[in-house]
């Protein structure tokens, strides 16, 4: 778990029935909602507790913490919170003395809008992880998305323009996956040459890509 400054702790904790009402869960999230013992705020990133100017585009972001019943994430209710709450979220789940992490890129305005697909991370032992010395709730929240992802993010890019190079990324893997298959079942040999072209093109891509800096 993230070694968050003591001046973000919160700890405030709410009774799962109170989200089942804000969010007019349906009859599937709630019963989603039955693997959970408890909810906790657990911590809340911003210029307040950072000692810095506050960004427009991120104001906070809430460490949620969700006492588990059963090894089993309820990701439905989760994701159905989520578009209710107007500020950036990181999900942690405890059970047995044992963790799992849940994350997903948000763009906030009038509503939350998720823009990306959910990382979650398997349940293991926690660790401690320092964070970086950083000065910006911005820089804190692509720090954790870099973390969950497993890319590098660069220094100079937004949370959203990594997760733009994420999933470009994500693309170009996929599309190496394809031409590789292609090449093993392509029998005529100008056909099967245009494929290992378009993959070595792919390579580069990602090689530019994956560098930590542009």
């Given at each position: 778990?993230?070694?968050?400054?003591?001046?973000?702790?919160?700890?405030?904790?709410y009774k799962v029935s109170d989200f089942?009402?804000?969010?007019?869960?349906?009859?599937?999230?709630?019963?989603?909602?039955?693997?959970?013992k408890s909810i906790m705020f657990k911590n809340v990133?911003?210029?307040?507790?950072?000692?810095?100017?506050?960004?427009?585009?991120?104001?906070?972001?809430?460490?949620?913490?969700?006492?588990?019943?059963?090894?089993?994430?309820?990701?439905?209710?989760?994701?159905e919170l989520d578009k209710n709450i107007l500020f950036h979220t990181y999900y942690i789940f405890d059970f047995n003395n044992e963790i799992s992490t849940m994350i997903a890129y948000k763009e906030i305005g009038s509503t939350a809008k998720i823009g990306s697909k959910y990382y979650i991370r398997d349940f293991h032992k926690q660790n401690a992880i320092d964070i970086p010395s950083v000065n910006s709730v911005k820089d804190i929240y692509k720090f954790i998305l870099g973390y969950e992802v497993g890319i590098v993010p660069r220094a100079t890019e937004s949370p959203s323009e990594y997760i733009t190079r994420v999933k470009a990324i994500n693309k170009l893997n996929f599309q190496m996956s394809k031409t590789e298959s292609a090449i093993i079942y392509e029998t005529q040999p100008k056909k099967k040459f245009e494929y290992n072209e378009r993959l070595r093109k792919y390579k580069k891509e990602l090689v530019e890509l994956m560098r930590a800096e542009e």
């Open positions: 778990m993230f070694n968050f400054s003591s001046k973000t702790y919160v700890g405030k904790e089942l009402t804000q969010i007019n869960a349906t009859k599937d999230v709630k019963e989603d909602s039955k693997k959970i990133i911003n210029a307040q507790s950072l000692n810095t100017i506050e960004d427009k585009d991120y104001k906070n972001i809430y460490i949620i913490l969700i006492s588990l019943k059963e090894r089993n994430i309820p990701k439905l209710f989760v994701e």
